[in-house]
């Protein structure tokens, strides 16, 4: 079945709700809701240049991936999804934004991704990766001449381990990987970036 992007937006909406009420249903049974964090730049700053498209060590499109953590997620937890994007983009026109890193089928036991993941469809801990540069990490790269964009990094909790493999168009395979997820949320955690490419 072949998803549109009308879909992903309701899927996406479908999912914070979901996710809403799963970190409000922990928390009540005396857990805490999960945190995502990095030690690379404090929530809702500037994103170094080190991990960006504009780092000149950088690939073209691509960039040294950040290493992010997260605590202990709700019981039940078989994996966990990664998704960063850029907010501040509507691609071709529509209400897709822009895809720089999925990474899921992450192992239940993960609780970090660690800085510098390797270009491959298949990281070393087993999870797949994609975006829009192709199978790697893609570092935040706005243009120097506007504002800076929000680059939101996202972590879920699933009770299932998803049954997509990594597809040739990155964005058909988030909308597969992000509809698989319904319904299967138990928590999420979210972590903000800015950046835009120095003058």
Partial sequence: MRFTRVTLALATTFVLT??????????????????????????????PVRFTQANPNAA???????????????????SFILHMQDM???????TDTQLHWLVWNIPA???????????GATLPNGAYQVSATGP?????????NGP?????????????????NP????????????????GHILGKASYLGLFRRPE
Avoid: C, K
Avoid at 18 to 46: C, I, K, V, Y
Avoid at 136 to 144: I, L, S, T
Avoid at 170 to 176: G, K, L, P
């Fill in 18 to 47: 979901a996710t809403a009420l799963a970190n409000t249903a922990h928390a009540q049974a005396g857990g805490a809701p999960m945190r995502l964090s990095t030690t690379a730049f404090p929530d809702g700053t500037e994103i």
């Fill in 60 to 78: 073209p499109g691509e960039g040294t991936s950040p290493a992010l953590t997260w605590t202990e997620p709700p019981a039940g937890t078989r």
């Fill in 88 to 94: 501040d983009v509507a691609r071709n026109g529509t």
């Fill in 109 to 119: 036991d993960a609780r970090t991704l660690l800085e510098g993941l390797p270009r």
């Fill in 136 to 144: 790697v990490y893609r570092g935040p790269g706005a243009p120097a």
């Fill in 148 to 164: 800076p964009h929000h680059y939101l990094f996202e972590i879920y909790a699933l009770d299932t381990v998803i049954a997509e």
């Fill in 167 to 182: 597809g040739e168009d990155a964005f058909e395979t988030r909308e597969r990987v992000l509809a698989a997820a319904q």
